[in-house]
C-alpha cells in the first residue's frame, strides 16, 4: 500500500471515529503515531500547541501537519483530506435526509449517547496533552517544574487577578509563546 493511501485511510478513520470535535481527534492521533512511526508524541504535543494557536479546527490542523511531516505538502493534502472527507459524507446524507433526521427518537437518543463518549475522548486527549507537557519521560518521569510555574501563573492570571481576566486569549497565547522562548521550553 502506498505511503498516500495510508496516510488516506488512517485519517480517514480518525474523521471517521471523532465524534466530538478536533480534541477528540487526539486519541486517534496518538494511536497513529505509535502505530506508524510517521511522528513522535512530542511532536504531536507541539503540533497541538501550533494548531491551537492558528486558525483552524485543531483536527485538521494536526492531520495537515501529520501529513506534511510524513510526506511534504502533498501528504498534508491527502491526510486532510483524508480527515474531513467522512464528515463531508455525513453532512451530505444528514442533508439529504434532514427532515426524516429532526424528529426521530432513536437519532436524538444516539446523539445524546454520543455526548458522554465525546467527553470522555476529550478528556484522555487532554491528559495525554498534560501528561508530555508536565512529565518527562526520558528516564523514569520527572516533572517538569517550568511548565508547572508557567501553567500557575497563567491560572492564577486568568482566573484570579481581576485585571487580567478579561483579556483576549491571543494575548495569553502570544505571552506564553515569548515565555515559552525566553525560559527555554
Not at 510555574?149 to 505571552?175: Q, R
Request: proline share 3%; no cysteine; hydrophobic share 60%.
Amino acid at each position: 500500500m502506498t505511503l498516500y493511501l495510508q496516510l488516506f485511510l488512517e485519517f480517514f478513520k480518525a474523521g471517521l471515529f471523532a465524534v466530538g470535535g478536533g480534541m477528540a481527534t487526539l486519541p486517534f492521533l496518538y494511536d497513529i503515531a505509535t502505530r506508524t512511526g510517521w511522528f513522535t508524541h512530542t511532536q504531536l504535543a507541539d503540533m497541538i500547541a501550533v494548531s491551537e494557536s492558528t486558525p483552524g479546527p485543531i483536527g485538521v490542523n494536526t492531520a495537515t501537519y501529520a501529513g506534511f511531516l510524513s510526506k511534504g505538502v502533498s501528504g498534508a493534502v491527502v491526510a486532510t483530506a483524508g480527515l474531513i472527507t467522512p464528515s463531508i459524507i455525513v453532512i451530505l446524507l444528514i442533508a439529504a435526509f434532514l427532515q426524516a433526521f429532526r424528529d426521530n427518537k432513536y437519532v436524538n437518543g444516539a446523539f445524546y449517547g454520543l455526548r458522554p463518549a465525546s467527553a470522555a475522548m476529550i478528556t484522555a486527549a487532554g491528559l495525554v496533552v498534560a501528561r508530555v507537557t508536565f512529565l518527562s519521560g526520558a528516564v523514569g518521569w520527572a516533572v517538569q517544574w517550568k511548565a508547572v510555574a508557567l501553567a500557575a501563573v497563567l491560572f492564577l492570571l486568568t482566573n484570579v487577578v481581576a485585571g487580567t481576566k478579561k483579556l483576549h486569549p491571543i494575548v495569553w497565547i502570544a505571552l506564553s509563546a515569548v515565555a515559552g522562548v525566553a525560559f527555554q521550553f
